[in-house]
């Protein structure tokens, strides 16, 4: 929007149903936790913007959930488009939600080459019961990916436990990555989005 | 898939996901499957590149096209007016926070062999080739009554009452020459035929103020065409539907509705029987409950130039005027390019369409071809029009038409809101839609 002078990053949720996505996204959003797979507590909620400054810069992530759309592999393609950043999400105590990743991985390559992507271990609070994935595997995924993952977290979204952290780190790396990119951006397309004819107070043109 | 449902979307045509996205966010339990392996159905556009090759026999393209996953070709081709029904939908469901767009740069309209803009103000009418001196005269004081009419305020009917008129008596009230009320009726009120004229002449008031209306928004042209292609409009309403629970699942082949004394109560899938108490549907998923009325002819033209004579314009539209070819229905021409993201660098896509009359539609197509220049790589397309036997109220299976081959999304949302009313008895709640929680411009 030509009134949002702070720039918007699109980050999206990438990972297997159930690993904690959506959890993830309430937590970003409201700041809550439910145990239970409550789908009515996020229906119709699309994406949250929360801002954030990182030495003095201001930025604002848009975080995005899939809606459940993972569940039968039916993401769609728009999904990925224009997003700046990628969360992989796996579950800590589930090891195939971790091997999968690749999947995703491609997905999110493919349709938004230029996202910096990030690795988000969930559920650390059922850390120490088995079958676990371990710090060396995280590692191991990281090279053979060839460095494509900016940074790596590990989360609780029941406790809470490094939640934000990684959101604020994540702002920071895309403050860094952005820097010279923003201003070439700028100057880059002409597109826009649609507003409502009546609240335009000034051409709603992006460029 | 064992499960109840409200209602079972069989297809993610555009159609198809506005619907499913009206019926989760109306409260609605929905299922939306679709055979195919991608969103889109018919409307869907394809890439890679070598798909859209293979789906259409062709030996794969060469380096020469660039990256592969560059491209997203549409297969049927159309724009949205910038103030039509399709655009109001989309802000009023909030499905345009998906999506980006671009104003098409030049509209165009073709007489005696050649292209012209397309006059749509006052000053432009005085500078057009279309006219002659005299009828420019004319021609501007018919779009100073448009402007002016309001159809329940005497006063500015001029003694013209458009709700008794027909469009023929209007124009010949003004002396419009025959030429001058071929490109009104075809480039301005975008009609595929000439049976308007004998009608009440305010429906081609409101299609012409929409035109302008459209273009006083962004300028340019009065159409609008999303990056990455018209695959992105079923994705964005598919999306809605999701995060208001809709469940989907792609390359589900259907193998039948099941139906208890001609009601729909389920759909079968291999072993799987999923329970809904409605249908909503494109004609593919239920041949035995739908009738062909027409065929449309499409020519996807992959070129590395501009169409000539449109000032190099990165995105156009071209409309025949069925006359000026001696024929029954308008022949459209559509150019997209690199700069929506729906080609590699350098390229260009151009659609010519029509609706078919004889017996060889290639050759009716070709007074469109003609204008393209040099084309690397033709596909052609004949696909049937299918319109439903009946309105679905017996069965609760609701069908939706073939996309038919207007330039523009019109038709398809009065589809789209017709088939909601029929299936639910009401008219679709805007109010429904969450806006305001993390939609900061609200």
């Not at chain 2, 208890?260 to 759909?267: A, H, L, S, T």
Request: hydrophobic share 35%; aromatic share 10%.
């Amino acid at each position: 929007m030509a009134s949002v002078k702070i720039p918007e990053q699109k980050v999206i949720l990438c990972g297997e149903y159930g690993v904690g996505k959506s959890s993830l996204f309430r937590r970003y959003t409201t700041n809550t936790f439910v145990t239970a797979t409550d789908r009515q507590s996020t229906l119709g909620l699309d994406h949250f913007d929360r801002q954030y400054n990182v030495g003095g810069k201001e930025i604002r992530l848009q975080l995005w959930d899939t809606g459940g759309m993972e569940r039968v592999a039916s993401i769609t393609s728009s999904y990925y488009k224009f997003a700046e950043a990628a969360i992989l999400v796996f579950s800590l105590d589930n090891p195939a939600s971790f091997h999968v990743l690749s999947q995703h991985l491609l997905d999110i390559v493919t349709y938004a080459e230029n996202a910096k992507i990030f690795l988000c271990g969930n559920k650390s609070d059922l850390e120490g019961q088995s079958p676990q994935v371990t710090e060396n595997d995280m590692e191991h995924f990281c090279e053979q990916c060839h460095n494509l993952i900016s940074a790596t977290y590990k989360t609780s979204c029941k406790t809470g436990q490094g939640v934000d952290e990684m959101f604020a780190d994540i702002a920071q790396h895309l403050v860094e990555s952005n820097r010279s990119r923003l201003e070439l951006q700028s100057m880059d397309t002409e597109s826009f989005k649609i507003t409502p004819p009546d609240d335009v107070t000034e051409p709603s043109c992006l460029c | 898939m064992d499960e109840e449902y409200d209602a079972i979307v069989l297809g993610t045509g555009l159609k198809e996901c506005i619907l499913s996205g009206m019926l989760s966010v109306s409260g609605k339990k929905v299922l939306h499957v679709d055979r195919n392996k991608y969103y889109g159905g018919e409307s869907a556009s394809i890439t890679p590149l070598e798909e859209l090759f293979t789906r259409f026999g062709a030996p794969a393209p060469d380096d020469g096209y660039g990256r592969g996953r560059d491209w997203n070709a549409d297969l049927i081709p159309k724009f949205l007016m910038a103030n039509g029904s399709l655009v109001k939908l989309l802000i009023h469901t909030g499905v345009t926070r998906y999506l980006e767009f671009k104003s098409v740069e030049g509209s165009y309209v073709y007489k005696g062999g050649k292209i012209s803009k397309v006059p749509v103000d006052q000053k432009e009418a005085l500078a057009s080739d279309l006219m002659g001196m005299f009828e420019k005269r004319r021609f501007r004081n018919f779009l100073v009554y448009i402007q002016d009419v309001k159809e329940d305020d005497p006063r500015t009917w001029k003694d013209m009452d458009p709700n008794t008129l027909t469009m023929q008596q209007i124009y010949d009230k003004f002396g419009l020459d025959k030429n001058t009320q071929d490109f009104t009726g075809h480039a301005l009120a975008l009609y595929r035929d000439d049976e308007y004229l004998n009608r009440t002449a305010v429906e081609t008031v409101r299609r012409i103020k929409l035109y302008s209306d459209s273009l006083a928004r962004y300028g340019k042209s009065p159409y609008l065409y999303p990056m990455y292609g018209l695959g992105e409009l079923p994705q964005g309403f598919a999306r809605l539907s999701a995060i208001y629970g809709g469940t989907y699942m792609l390359d589900k082949p259907i193998d039948e509705i099941v139906l208890e004394n001609g009601r729909v109560v389920g759909v079968r899938s291999g072993q799987e029987v999923a329970k809904c108490q409605q249908v909503y549907c494109d004609p593919s998923y239920v041949p035995e409950r739908v009738k062909k009325t027409g065929q449309v002819i499409r020519c996807i033209c992959l070129m590395d130039h501009p169409i000539p004579n449109t000032r190099d314009a990165l995105s156009t539209q071209i409309i025949i005027p069925q006359k000026q070819v001696g024929r029954k229905s308008d022949i459209y021409v559509s150019l997209v390019s690199y700069t929506h993201q729906v080609a590699a660098k350098g390229w260009f896509i151009a659609m010519v369409s029509t609706t078919v009359e004889t017996e060889n539609p290639e050759q009716e197509i070709k007074p469109g071809l003609d204008l393209l220049g040099p084309v690397r790589q033709k596909f052609v397309s004949v696909s049937d029009y299918y319109e439903p036997t009946d309105d679905g109220l017996n069965s609760q299976i609701f069908i939706s038409a073939s996309y038919d081959a207007t330039t523009h999304f019109e038709t398809t949302c009065l589809d789209v809101l017709d088939i909601f009313r029929r299936g639910t008895g009401e008219d679709f709640d805007f109010s429904k839609v969450k806006l305001d929680l993390g939609d900061e411009e609200q």
